[in-house]
Structure formats: structure tokens, C-alpha cells
């Protein structure tokens, strides 16, 4: 079965500084994506970023980057130079492909990370 | 903006009451999942429609609940006797099938309180 780890339950940063948000994750499948969302404290799902498991680079969108370390099924979030909007819960998740007729792509979130920016 | 509607955004309810959420994906949106979300936790699936069928119900979704798609487009979640263990975030996501990965698109969400 699929799982994805968030260990840092909350995080501080200071504001303009880069930050990592750990992300593990578990599969016998050998292709997936991995995805994460922003969600500020007004509840709604924000994606951020994406990375298959067959991508050569790492993802970059942004100040977001993904640090993709596909032997050690890790898939951490960098924000460089925070800001205080970036203060919010964030996760990471996985599915299976939806290109596969018989996948439902449903997604599967961890725990989350709460992160807050300092000014 | 998504542009996923849902409605209502909260519903405040007491025990025993059926309430019905209503999800609005956008109309290219053939993918519809929705999920639920307990304070402090990340999204758990609950059922999947590809167009107006319902293809994969979580055994999260108890008999307490349905979720209907008719026409393939809106979607409803009904809970059924509520109880205070459904208090939670339910959430909806839209996508547009035909990548190998398609960015889900979620809405603002429904909390449900139930009393």
C-alpha cells in the first residue's frame, strides 16, 4: 500500500529565509507522482508543485523546488525566501497514475507540516 | 480560484440530522474525487467518479453515506444520521483526465460540525 511520511509536525522560519518540509513516501509501484499543496488557514487545497517518478530533474516552480531522491523515496519541498503569506499547513502526497485504466489517481496525503514565518 | 464551488462552506448540524454537500467542477473536469479531513490531519479519499460513474467508494464511506454525479457534472455527498465522528472538512477535486498526472483542483471545502 501507498504511504506518505511528514515527520516535522510544525515548522519556523524566518522571513526571506529558505526552508525544507520532509516528505517520505512508500510504494511497490515503480510509476507515481508525487504532488504538494498549500493549504492556508481558510481551508482551501493549493497545489504546488509536481514530480514523477521517471522526471530526471528535480521539479522547480517558483521559489518552490522539490529535492526528488528516488533510492531513498524522499520528495522534500524548498521555499526559498520566505514570505509571510507562505505561512500555512503543507502537504505532500502520492498516486498512483491515472493513465492506468484501472487506477483511480486518488491522491494520498500525509500527516502535514505546519509552517510559520517569522517577520 | 479553482474554479471548484462548493456549497454550503460550513453546515453547523445536531446528531441524527441528513445533510447533502454540492460540489461544482469546472465543466471539463471529467474526474471527480472527494475526500474528508479531520482538524490536524491531511485529506482521506472517499469516492471517485470518472463522469457520472462512481467507480471507487473508500471503506471510510459507510452505508451512512451516498454520493450521486448525475450528467457527469455536479456532485453531491449525502451523510445520513449524522453522528459527531463526521464532523470534519469534506473536501472536493476536480481534474481533466487525459495526462498521466493532472493536477487535482480542489474546492473551498464544506466543514461539517455535527452536535
Known amino acids: 500500500a501507498q504511504k506518505i511520511t511528514q515527520t516535522q509536525p510544525g515548522m519556523f522560519v524566518q522571513e526571506k529565509e529558505a526552508v525544507t518540509l520532509d516528505c517520505t513516501y512508500d510504494?511497490?509501484?515503480?510509476?507515481?507522482?508525487l504532488f504538494w499543496y498549500k493549504q492556508p488557514s481558510s481551508g482551501e487545497m493549493i497545489f504546488l508543485i509536481y514530480q514523477g517518478s521517471y522526471d530526471q530533474q528535480n521539479a522547480t516552480e517558483g521559489r518552490y523546488s522539490l529535492n526528488f531522491q528516488k533510492a531513498r523515496k524522499s520528495a522534500n519541498l524548498v521555499i526559498s525566501a520566505s514570505q509571510l503569506g507562505d505561512s500555512a499547513m503543507y502537504f505532500c502526497a502520492m498516486r498512483e497514475p491515472s493513465f492506468v485504466s484501472s487506477n483511480t489517481g486518488k491522491l494520498i496525503f500525509g500527516q502535514g507540516t505546519t509552517l510559520q514565518v517569522k517577520p | 480560484d479553482t474554479g471548484v464551488s462548493q456549497d454550503p462552506r460550513h453546515k453547523i448540524t445536531k446528531r441524527g440530522q441528513n445533510v447533502t454537500f454540492r460540489c461544482d467542477p469546472i465543466s471539463e473536469h471529467n474526474r471527480l474525487y472527494w475526500y474528508r479531513q479531520t482538524l490536524g490531519q491531511g485529506p482521506e479519499f472517499l469516492t471517485y467518479f470518472q463522469n457520472e460513474a462512481q467507480l471507487e467508494k473508500s471503506r471510510l464511506l459507510s452505508d451512512r453515506f451516498s454520493a450521486e454525479r448525475p450528467k457527469g457534472s455536479f456532485s453531491t455527498l449525502e451523510i445520513q444520521r449524522t453522528e459527531q465522528g463526521d464532523s470534519a472538512m469534506y473536501l472536493c477535486a476536480g481534474e481533466l483526465a487525459g495526462g498521466p498526472y493532472n493536477e487535482q483542483f480542489f474546492g473551498p471545502g464544506t466543514r461539517l460540525t455535527v452536535l
Open positions: 510504494t511497490s509501484d515503480p510509476s507515481y507522482g
